[in-house]
Each structure stands twice: as structure tokens, then as C-alpha cells.
């Protein structure tokens, strides 16, 4: 175990995961998924690019502050500018990188710089060395290195290393590359870069063929030893490598790579969960490692097979990656130990009040739903360690529909209560709508004495069946406001609807 060598990993959920379309997540979030990060163990943190906006170089700035393990790591492109914003945000990491960026292939050089080979080539050496006054710890990426011509890449790369750059990274930037080819490359470049040696040459892949992950770990087997991934593989377009699976492949194929990673593998499921909830981008429920049915077994021969000896159609332990001991979990007569047990095999521990917020409302909801699955549990949980500070909470939603047999114009009408948490009042709103939600947001808009739009609602079943709970998730903005996202889980959807919306609300500053 001793003599196996590291494989870095570096996570790039929250700068190429949130160019996810849709995912973009605010400072709270960022904070939250990054501390995770840290307790799973990445060796690097690409906090975000803070030259794109002050949001982005905030949320750079705290995760600094925020995580005390991996690398804080910032991305820029080769201006000095940029790469001042890196060493800012990131100066009060105890580790820090900057990561600086150039394309390099032949179509970029044409179409987005129109500048020659020796023109990239210097800019390339200025941005290094300007990082490089700021830090030590400088990755350089030739953005789609896979199609760049080899030898113009091996010039490039050997230009980079020698003005100080200690990674270097070849992004598969358009998902275009296969196995063999990236162990090509691999192999190219460390015959034909003279000092190769004195720098971790990277891997970064795109999941537009469906090949990252096999891209990812062809280049570690041809000698990298850095991969750049996300959770649940998001990232721009089809995604990124995703971590779980990659480092899950390493894991399980040690008879094949003879590496080692510094991931806690446990508490992959937990993070998971965090990123899906919090950019609301679903895990497919056939996803490998982290999907619904990734250890599920629906056929009997199987089912039967798996009872006599896991290992008949299980290559990993469920437990290795954090899923709960059992599907089957708690229902109306669990106690608070047996809740406070499964949160933990969840991944879980949750502060004395957090946790029993979450029991009270673990007790609502097994009074309505018979069987309470972990999905369940995971849903509460999230919704409270993502609540923030409230100025208004919902104490009630009605609807009254009603179809004449006459007419078939319905009457639907929503009346909400909500409770001003800062003055105490309560405020009453009622309108009628197309469908109950419409209704119901409109409700909340005039009890609120506001007109806030959504712009996307989707609603997911946390589990089967006909008493599932539904997850809602609402995407807002107001004026000027960075879009806003409310999340709520219920059995009953249009309470769900009311709260995730209200939640949403209540992150505006109204
Ligand atoms: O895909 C890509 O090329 C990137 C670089 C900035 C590394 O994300
Ligand atoms: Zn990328």
C-alpha cells in the first residue's frame, strides 16, 4: 500500500461545475460545498475566477478564509489583472495556486486571439511569471490541448515549465480526445519536453463523447498525476470527469492502477447530495456510484445472488462510497436515537437546535408517509443546513378549486398567511390563477406587496410511490439581483411550491 504513488485531486465543481448552465450557486452555497470538499479529502479547490465578477472573487476570498486542508485555487486568464485578482482572493489560504489559462490549438489561435504561434508562446511565459511573483504553486492549462498540433504544444508546454509553472494541465477543453489518443499525447510530451520532470502534468476532461472518466485515467496510466474533475460530473456543455467515478475506478481497479488518492471515499454520497441540492441538477437514477440504482438489484437472479455473496454482482461496497446501511429506514415510532443514527450513517451530525428542527419535522412527515426512505431523511436534512436567516415564514397555503359542470372556467383560488419574523405581523395574500402554483406565487407576491417573476420551476419525487415527497425548486430575480434559488420538499407539493418560492424571497432584500 506504502509504495503506491499519489494521484492529486483536484475538484473543479465550484468554477467549471457551476458554468453548468443553470448552476450558478450563491456565496453561502459555495461555502458550504467547498467545506465539504475539503472533508473528502481534494487535494485542490478551484474556488472560481475571480477576475469574472465580485461575486465570484468573494466567494474565492471566503472559501480561502473558510477551508483549512486543500489548495485554494483561483483561475486566470494570462492578464495581469486576472492573476492580481487570483493572488488577492486567495491570499488568505495557507495553501494557495494560481491557475492560468491560454488556448493554444490552431483553430482558437485564429478565430479568438488571430495571434501566431510566438505570440501565444509569450503570453503563456508572462501570465507563469507573473503568477509566479505572487506564488510559487503556478498551473498552466493550453485550453484544448487535444487539438493543438503536438509539437506546438510540447514547445509551449517546455516555455511554461521553464518560466516556473509547477503543473501542467492538457484539457480535453471540447470532450474530443479518446483513450488511446490522450495516452498518446501523454507519452509525446514526456519524451519531447526536456524538463518535463520538474513539473505534475494534469489531466482536465470534458464529457462531450462520453469519455472522460476513460480519457482521465488513460492519461494517469501514461504518467499524470493530477486529475481535475467535479461532483457528479458537472461542468460546462455534457459535463467534467466526475470525481466519484474516477477516483472509484482507481479505488476498485488497483489490480490495474497502482495509485492512490487522498479521497474519503465515505463521504462521497453525502457530497453527492450536496451538489444536486444545491444546484438543483438532478443525479440520473442510473448515474455509476452515487445514481438511486447504482447498488440496487431488480432481478431476482440477482437479488438471490447478492444474498448468498455480495461480491457475485457488487464490485464495491455501498458503504465505501456512503451509501446508509439499508434502504428500508425509519418510520412513525422511531425515537430520536434511532434518527440521530441514521443522520449519521448518512454522513450527517447536525448542531443540538438544527437537529431537533429536523426531528420535529421527521415526525410530520412519517405521519403522513408510511415508509420513510434515507432520500427522505436527506431531503430534511439539506433543507435546514441550507436555510438562511428568515424575514418572512409561511404559517399557511390554501386552495379552493372549483370546476362548474356548466363551464369549464375552474375557479382556483390561493390564500397564504405569512408571519413578518421582524415585526411580528401577519400578512394575508390571495389571488386566483391558470394553475394552483401561479396562483399561489401570486398570493405570496401580494401578501408580500411585491411582483417577483419566476423564471424556471421544476419539481422532482424524492422517492416512489404515491406518497413520495416532492422536492420543488424555484429560480428567481428581482431588479438587479444575481438569480435566487428556493428549494422545499413535502408530500404535499403545493405547500412545497409555497415554501421554496418564500425561501427564495427571503434571500432578496425586500
Ligand atoms: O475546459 C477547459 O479547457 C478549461 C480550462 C480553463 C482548464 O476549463
Ligand atoms: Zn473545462
Redesign the pocket.
Known amino acids: 500500500m506504502n509504495d503506491q504513488e499519489k494521484v492529486k485531486i483536484f475538484d473543479t465543481t465550484l468554477r467549471?461545475g457551476e458554468q453548468s448552465p443553470g448552476a450558478s450557486m450563491n456565496l453561502k452555497e459555495k461555502v458550504e460545498i467547498a467545506r465539504q470538499l475539503d472533508l473528502l479529502g481534494v487535494d485542490i479547490i478551484e474556488a472560481g475566477f475571480p477576475a469574472a465578477s465580485p461575486g465570484d472573487f468573494e466567494s474565492v476570498s471566503m472559501i480561502a478564509k473558510e477551508t483549512e486542508n486543500a489548495t485554494i485555487c483561483g483561475?486566470a486568464r494570462c492578464l495581469d489583472n486576472d492573476i492580481q485578482k487570483v493572488a488577492e482572493s486567495t491570499a488568505a489560504a495557507l495553501n494557495k495556486r494560481i491557475h492560468v489559462?491560454l488556448a493554444t490549438s490552431n483553430i482558437h489561435r485564429k478565430f479568438k486571439f488571430n495571434k501566431p504561434k510566438e505570440e501565444i508562446i509569450k503570453l503563456a511565459i508572462r501570465g507563469v511569471e507573473k503568477a509566479k511573483s505572487f506564488v510559487d504553486d503556478v498551473e498552466f492549462?493550453p485550453?484544448?490541448a487535444t487539438r493543438t498540433e503536438l509539437s506546438f504544444l510540447a514547445e509551449i508546454v517546455e516555455a511554461v515549465i521553464k518560466a516556473g509553472a509547477t503543473t501542467v494541465?492538457i484539457?480535453d477543453?471540447v470532450g474530443y480526445t479518446t483513450p488511446s489518443e490522450m495516452t498518446g499525447i501523454i507519452q509525446y510530451l514526456k519524451k519531447n519536453v526536456s524538463c518535463i520532470d520538474q513539473a505534475i502534468i494534469s489531466v482536465?476532461c470534458?464529457d462531450d463523447l462520453g469519455m472522460s472518466v476513460a480519457n482521465s485515467l488513460a492519461a494517469v496510466d501514461a504518467g499524470a498525476r493530477q486529475i481535475e474533475c467535479t461532483i457528479n460530473g458537472i461542468g460546462?456543455r455534457a459535463g467534467n470527469c466526475s470525481l466519484e467515478e474516477v477516483v472509484m475506478a482507481l479505488k476498485t481497479r488497483q489490480d490495474l492502477f497502482n495509485f492512490q488518492t487522498n479521497i474519503m471515499t465515505k463521504e462521497i454520497c453525502k457530497t453527492s447530495r450536496m451538489v444536486s441540492h444545491i444546484t438543483g441538477i438532478t443525479v440520473p437514477s442510473n448515474k455509476a456510484i452515487v445514481g438511486a440504482n447504482a447498488f440496487a438489484h431488480e432481478s431476482g437472479v440477482h437479488q438471490d445472488g447478492v444474498l448468498k455473496n455480495r461480491e457475485t454482482y457488487e464490485i464495491m461496497d455501498p458503504q465505501d462510497v456512503g451509501w446508509g446501511e439499508s434502504e428500508l429506514v425509519l418510520g412513525k415510532h422511531s425515537g430520536r436515537h434511532a434518527f440521530e443514527k441514521r443522520l449519521i450513517s448518512l454522513g450527517y451530525e447536525l448542531e443540538k437546535d438544527v437537529f431537533e428542527e429536523a426531528f420535529h419535522s421527521f415526525k410530520v412527515l412519517s405521519d403522513k408517509k408510511k415508509t420513510i426512505y434515507n432520500q427522505d431523511l436527506v431531503s430534511i436534512v439539506e433543507n435546514f443546513a441550507l436555510q438562511s436567516a428568515e424575514n418572512f415564514s409561511l404559517v399557511s397555503v390554501e386552495m379552493n378549486y372549483l370546476r362548474e359542470k356548466s363551464t369549464s372556467e375552474p375557479s382556483l383560488k390561493a390564500k397564504v398567511t405569512i408571519k413578518d419574523l421582524r415585526s411580528g405581523e401577519l400578512l394575508l395574500g390571495e389571488s386566483s390563477g391558470e394553475g394552483p402554483v401561479e396562483a399561489i406565487f401570486e398570493a405570496i407576491n401580494r401578501a408580500l406587496k411585491v411582483s417577483v417573476k419566476v423564471f424556471s420551476y421544476s419539481i422532482k419525487s424524492v422517492t416512489e410511490g404515491q406518497d413520495a415527497m416532492g422536492e420543488v425548486a424555484v429560480k428567481l430575480t428581482y431588479n438587479d439581483s444575481s438569480p435566487k434559488m428556493g428549494r422545499a420538499a413535502s408530500v404535499d407539493v403545493l405547500e412545497a411550491s409555497a415554501q421554496a418560492f418564500l425561501y427564495a424571497l427571503n434571500l432578496l432584500d425586500l
Request: glycine share 0%; net charge negative; aromatic share 8%.
Open positions: 467549471d483561475l489559462f492549462s485550453e484544448d494541465n484539457p477543453t482536465h470534458h460546462e
